[in-house]
């Protein structure tokens, strides 16, 4: 089926003590680095942006700002280094050629690999030997089809299939892929003239648009959620530690009224340490049934969000040889061309260059928390640290841009980095035994 790669695990060292100050509390930790990102899109929407903390080895409790109005309180869980998982057998999997764009996404729905064209709206589904078994759907207006022009985030379930497009539009297939509602999502604005707001209210729902170039979709129940951020002129991550103390990260979208029923989570205090990294300011999370695990870029922590929207704890450890030497960026004003060709800049030529966390993936079955992170500086391979409970029993290096998507059987799937106008496809499955995680 492919080749197997021999990975080894490095062990984690260089931890710092150091004080730090939560709103005007101060405490001695265990710190690992910290940074923000920006990202300019391909819908003009010149920014994104997380904000994120490390501390690690001690029990504490702190207070941040959960919307400005509120504190919550949560523990830094100690996270110990077990190296029990000390290799990796990838195995790298070809899959069949295809009539696509190659310009989308993979997941995995009824113990299948599928690709999905943005451009097209095709959907390519594979065995889990890479072969091609047929397409579906596509764009038009047929009750099998996406009556949309582009497909911006997608979510399958053994359920429903949702597909948001580029204008705040919705498509719900059923398990049959056949239509079953389409609409316009309803943000509930108040407030029509949101720009023209000097000081905006970061509850104000006309302030965020969705993150288009980390739209991931998580589905609980009767409900999807989605990351947002603001690119208001005042309340951006170029301008302003008020947009990381007080902005909100995932939008709660309901499946049966189209409407965005609330707002939730919060950014990383790690931010409030720089003048400003809205370069690295994304953020991945993965959902489980009493909330959800947040991993911010600069952020050696990971933290477990309940349902309503607060933070119970904090855990993890700094990825190994990682460049975290960010850049800062402050500007003006987002609406002046020299403003925002300084952020394509940074996001250009500074951000591939650095290291940060970049995906997460959680295991129920075998309660693994997966997360990988990129090196930076000119390391040749990216990280993957895998936690039991919250602890660290496996840190390996793993190919650049190599994320884990989920599960077919026993086997673990991820997905390698793909260059511009790459008209091929392939990914990896590996195991982890039950012995080696237990």
């Given amino acids: 089926m492919g080749q197997v790669q021999r990975v080894e695990v490095e062990k984690i060292t260089n931890v710092k003590l150091t004080m730090v100050t939560a709103n005007g509390k101060s405490f001695w930790s265990f710190i690992q680095d910290q940074n923000l990102f920006l990202k300019p899109n391909n819908k003009n929407l010149p920014m994104k942006t997380s ?9 504490i ?4 700002g959960c919307s400005g109005k509120q504190n919550t309180s949560f523990e830094i869980i100690p996270t110990s280094s077990q190296n029990l998982i000390d290799t990796l057998h990838l195995e790298t999997v070809l899959m069949d050629s295809i009539p696509s764009s190659y310009l989308g996404v993979f997941a995995l729905k009824d113990k299948h690999l599928f690709f999905i064209d943005r451009l097209t709206g095709k959907l390519f589904k594979f065995s889990n030997e890479g ?4 397409s579906l759907l596509g764009f038009g207006e047929s009750p099998s089809e996406i009556n949309t022009r582009y497909i911006d985030g997608a979510i399958l379930s053994d359920q429903l ?3 948001i497009g580029s204008n705040f539009d919705m498509h719900v297939f059923d398990s049959n892929w056949d239509r079953q509602k389409v609409g316009i999502i309803d943000w509930k604005w108040e407030t029509s003239n949101i720009n023209e707001v000097e000081v905006p209210n970061p509850d104000e729902r006309a302030l965020y648009t969705f993150d288009y170039e980390n739209l991931k979709l998580v589905q609980k129940g009767d409900f999807i959620y989605a990351p947002i951020y603001s690119e208001h002129h005042n309340f951006n991550p170029f301008t302003t530690h008020r ?6 990260i995932l939008a709660e979208i309901s499946l049966l009224t189209f409407e965005v029923t609330r707002l939730l989570g919060k950014r990383s205090e790690k931010y409030l340490d720089y003048r400003y990294l809205g370069h690295h300011a994304f953020f991945d999370f993965e959902p489980t049934e009493k909330g959800f695990y947040i991993s911010h870029e600069i952020d050696s922590l990971i933290y477990f969000m309940d349902n309503g929207g607060d933070i119970r704890y904090a855990f993890g450890r700094e990825g190994n040889q990682m460049d975290k030497t960010y850049k800062e960026v402050a500007i003006s004003d987002l609406r002046n061309k020299e403003d925002v060709a300084k952020v394509r800049e940074a996001f250009v030529s500074n951000r591939p260059s650095k290291g940060f966390y970049t995906s997460i993936w959680y295991c129920r079955d075998q309660e693994l928390l997966f997360r990988t992170y990129a090196r930076g500086g000119n390391s040749d391979s990216d990280g993957l640290q895998i936690y ?3 602890q660290l029993v496996g840190d390996v290096s793993v190919p650049k841009g190599f994320h884990i998507i989920g599960r077919l059987d026993e086997e673990f799937v991820a997905i390698p980095a793909r260059k511009e106008n790459d008209m091929a496809l ?3 499955t590996f195991t982890i035994p039950e012995s080696d995680s237990s």
């Avoid at 409790?61 to 941040?64: C, G, R, Y």
């Fill in 51 to 59: 904000r994120l903390w490390t501390i690690h080895l001690i029990w």
């Fill in 61 to 64: 409790f702190f207070f941040i």
């Fill in 131 to 134: 072969k091609l078994e047929h």
């Fill in 161 to 163: 299939n949702v597909f």
């Fill in 243 to 248: 947009f990381y103390r007080e902005s909100y």
């Fill in 388 to 390: 039991l409970k919250e």
């Fill in 426 to 428: 392939s990914f990896f």
